[in-house]
């Protein structure tokens, strides 16, 4: 199946930005389209895939989205926007960048944001230096794929010494027609002593079969700071794949904010490398599944240099017959003394059919380092919910109260209030009662 | 008030509570004492609802109402308060917030208009002095990182807030230094009056010099065994439980 799959998906790419035009991004493709024919994708015989089953997504023969499709693009961007929050935006409907969606301000000196498809065909020498750089595209045939196909994307470019303090919001909308896929890629280069923040939506319409397959590359040079979050809302019936790498210089810090809510089939990968010394990693995620939604996170942070820090949380609520899985990795390289990496992942499970695995590993090759990792699995306490209960609170909202708060540990984490209170809502949205737990945050 | 008859009750399929009889009337504060693993908290948490004991034989009834039909929830509405003796502490829950929901439920179930914010937070300022407690632990989660003393506290404060019909202190002494203790007790006895009734279960004499009973029981074996007034808690201060327990075996 998965042969089928790969010639389905790389017999459409006919046409796509700078084909036989730029050079470079030929051969990256090449690359990966070699990658993908002989790897393939993944199977559950490989260890880092053994709980998620991505035949349904090769089963479908989505065929690549083109940028005329359209559908309840307003509606759904009115509910992914982020209100009140007074940021750059650009909008991308299907995979495919909408001009008239976007929201595009005057930039300052030294900050570039663009669409991938302009940025290529402008040729623009330096995104040839850091496109798939350290070729992402041989870890799995989705991010080949990616790397084979990418049509569009978000280019973010922040020259030296420029803190760009107004937040980049990136809206993906699925929309439209069935069955399509998008490949989508971003870029985000933070040169020295830069600072940006960037947010990922994802969004698309409920019930519509479609598949996201996301690839966004981050290099912070030394001493840059970059704030991540990654809000993933897709429709009902979406399926998304995401992958993030993260490659950091020295004195560099980059903060990590994944929230998973919808999808079908979610499967997030983080590759974070902490290449130079001093360089430091905060990683916060929090995974919601109900239903027979199967969200899969799988996070990998190598400490590459001494004096690396890292630091990850992630929790999960799964409910109903819902199935999550969390595999969280630290590597300590030879060379990396001092380092120190913490990981915990806890996880709720709000229903006897719900289902969650979870990995925390590590791997050290270096004597002098400071880490810890650990995980759980558990229900609400019952000694929360009977003292809730003699407060006269109602059994079912006392359930919701402990789920949200549980939730919220991470949120409340999350630094522009605008997103956290959307992401509340979202959360307390998914609850039962949820009306009247609403004032416990007020 | 509050009338059980002949409760007995299982936890894990062992025996804990073996016909307990007791009556409490409205006005009234009653001490349950006992040696160590008398079935004290288990009465207690039979009293406010919790799962997990099994109810073999017996009855409560409270205010003409069959206590063990209703749910914790139901019996706080109708005025049924545990004070806990290990309170939990639960992280990322407003304390302040849970007291206005759990007020506004009390309030709403006996159809009273719901407290708005001015008239709940004048009330909570009111009441927080009774128990001398920092204000800042209003706005912390419930009980999170309170030391032993004011979890104690925080447990009054929440009495004096909901204003129960039965208050249930269950073991509110352990832990507590003198001064605390009298602070806790002040608390107390300031909700008294003739349409409350209070039930101290405790371990010690020493708390019922400040909350002074009508009854003091002593319950051993999962039964009452002997019942008198305050003078009967002194005796067993100095002569201890076994007196008790060997009187009744002879009868």
Not at chain 2, 151 to 166: C, D, S, Y
Request: net charge negative.
């Amino acid at each position: 199946m998965s042969n089928e799959a790969v010639e389905h998906f790389l017999s459409q790419a006919t046409e796509l930005p700078g084909m036989n035009d730029v050079a470079w991004l030929d051969e990256h493709r090449k690359a990966a389209t070699h990658t993908l024919s002989t790897m393939g994708f993944p199977t559950r015989r490989v260890e880092e895939w053994k709980y998620t089953d991505v035949s349904a997504i090769l089963k479908k023969k989505f065929s690549l989205s083109i940028p005329e499709q359209q559908g309840d693009v307003e509606t759904i961007l009115s509910s992914a926007r982020i209100n009140d929050l007074d940021c750059h935006q650009l909008v991308f409907v299907n995979g495919h960048f909408s001009e008239t969606h976007s929201c595009a301000d005057e930039l300052p000196a030294g900050v570039s944001i663009v669409n991938l498809k302009d940025a290529i065909s402008k040729s623009n020498n330096d995104l040839g230096k850091y496109l798939n750089k350290h070729h992402p595209h041989e870890k799995n045939g989705f991010v080949a794929l990616n790397t084979s196909l990418m049509a569009d994307g978000a280019v973010i470019w922040i020259d030296k010494n420029v803190e760009f303090t107004k937040p980049v919001n990136l809206i993906f909308v699925s929309s439209g027609s069935n069955n399509t896929a998008s490949n989508i890629r971003n870029l985000i280069v933070a040169g020295i002593n830069s600072r940006v923040d960037v947010i990922e939506t994802y969004a698309g319409t409920d019930s519509l079969d479609y598949f996201t397959n996301t690839v966004t590359e981050i290099h912070l040079e030394d001493g840059a700071k970059v704030n991540h979050y990654k809000i993933q809302e897709e429709g009902d019936s979406g399926y998304h794949v995401g992958n993030l790498f993260v490659s950091q210089q020295k004195n560099s810090s980059f903060n990590s904010y994944q929230v998973s809510i919808g999808g079908k089939l979610v499967r997030c990968d983080l590759d974070i490398n902490l290449s130079g010394t001093n360089a430091e990693s905060t990683l916060y995620g929090l995974y919601m599944a109900e239903d027979t939604q199967h969200v899969d996170y799988h996070t990998t942070v190598n400490h590459i240099s001494p004096n690396t820090r890292s630091n990850e949380t992630y929790r999960g609520v799964l409910g109903d017959k819902s199935r999550g899985v969390f595999n969280g990795k630290i590597v300590v390289h030879k060379d990396a003394q001092k380092t120190e990496a913490h990981l915990s992942n806890a996880n709720l499970l709000l229903s006897s059919d719900a289902e969650v695995d979870t990995k925390p590993e590590l791997e050290i090759y270096a004597d002098d380092v400071k880490c810890s990792h650990g995980a759980t699995i558990g229900r609400l306490d019952d000694n929360m919910l009977f003292y809730l209960r003699t407060r006269a609170i109602e059994k079912d909202v006392a359930r919701s109260l402990l789920t949200f708060a549980f939730a919220e540990d991470v949120i409340e984490k999350i630094n522009y209030p605008q997103i956290c209170k959307r992401l509340q809502k979202k959360v307390m949205g998914k609850l039962p009662d949820s009306n009247v737990i609403e004032d416990f945050v007020q | 008030m509050l009338s059980i008859k002949n409760l007995h009750v299982n936890v894990d399929n062992k025996k804990i509570l073996n016909g307990l009889n007791l009556d409490v009337k409205a006005g009234e504060v009653h001490a349950i004492m006992g040696p160590n693993g008398s079935g004290k908290s288990t009465l207690a948490n039979v009293l406010a609802g919790r799962d997990g004991y099994e109810i073999i034989e017996g009855s409560i009834e409270y205010q003409g109402k069959d206590l063990l039909s209703l749910t914790p929830e139901e019996r706080a509405c109708e005025g049924v308060f545990l004070a806990f003796q290990y309170p939990v502490e639960i992280p990322g829950v407003n304390n302040v917030y849970l007291l206005k929901a759990g007020i506004n439920a009390v309030r709403k179930h006996k159809g009273l208009p719901e407290l708005d914010a001015v008239e709940f937070l004048s009330l909570v300022k009111d009441k927080i002095k009774l128990v001398e407690m920092k204000e800042d632990l209003l706005n912390r989660a419930v009980n999170e990182g309170f030391s032993g003393g004011e979890k104690k506290r925080n447990e009054i404060f929440q009495m004096a807030v909901l204003e129960p019909t039965l208050a249930i202190l269950d073991e509110t002494d352990s832990g507590l230094d003198i001064d605390a203790l009298k602070i806790v007790a002040n608390g107390v006895n300031n909700l008294m009056n003739e349409e409350r009734s209070i039930i101290v279960v405790t371990h010690y004499q020493r708390l019922l010099n400040y909350i002074v009973p009508h009854h003091v029981h002593v319950l051993s074996g999962g039964k009452i065994l002997k019942s008198g007034d305050k003078e009967l808690a002194l005796e067993l201060e100095e002569r201890g439980y076994d007196w008790v327990i060997q009187e009744s075996n002879a009868a």
